[in-house]
């Protein structure tokens, strides 16, 4: 039982790349978010699912895009990276809402 | 929309000494309160939450948390604490949106030998 992973671990791109992050649960969760977390700024949701198929915005979602293919996975796209979006991402997962989330071990990401 | 607000960014303390981390919240409707620890380099881990029920919230690691509706406060305590408890604490709420969590900006624990 690895819980939630995320893929990559650290990632350095430059100005207009894009790349997709990988979130992935084995406990069988509805529930799935993406956040980022700033110095001084605390955890900021930026999507979230509540199903398979399903997303929303959060707090911060411009810029980003998802997808919730396989109940398992969600994957979060940064179609054009901009050096504002450098932080750590974090994914979670819960089996429904509001209950206890569990958190991946995070991604960071640096733009150039 | 709900906020938090953690209003020390910072707690020095000695080990065995007790200690508080302050959260207030704002909000019109039901919430749902949670307290996160963040270990250097890690995820969050969840160390207790409130849903309902008794105000008093037991956690692991000996934290507890009391839910205080008419201050809109969500205090995290220990009692004692230990080296292992240095880490950074993260208060969260859930409310009229319950899809929705939004976290404090985080105290950072220092407890010194």
Known sequence: NAGVTQTPKFRVLKTGQSMTLLCAQDMNHEYMYWYRQDPGMGLRLIHYSVGEGTTAKGEVPDGYNVSRLKKQNFLLGLESAAPSQTSVYFCASSFSSPETQYFGPGTRLLVL | ?113
Do not use: M
């Not at chain 2, 949670?34 to 250097?40: A, S």
């Not at chain 2, 009692?79 to 604490?89: C, G, L, N």
């Open chain 2, 1 to 113: 929309a709900q906020s938090v607000t953690q209003l020390d960014s910072q707690v020095p303390v000695f080990e065995e000494a007790p200690v508080e981390l302050r959260c207030n919240y704002s909000s019109s409707v039901s919430v749902y309160l949670f307290w996160y620890v963040q270990y250097p380099n890690q995820g969050l881990q969840l160390l207790l939450k409130y849903l309902s029920g008794s105000t008093l919230v037991k956690g692991i690691n000996g934290f507890e948390a009391e839910f205080n509706k008419s201050q809109t406060s969500f205090h995290l305590r220990k009692p004692s604490v230990h080296i292992s408890d240095t880490a950074e604490y993260f208060c969260a709420v859930s409310g009229d949106n319950f899809n929705k969590f939004y976290f404090g900006s985080g105290t950072k624990l220092n407890v010194k030998p």
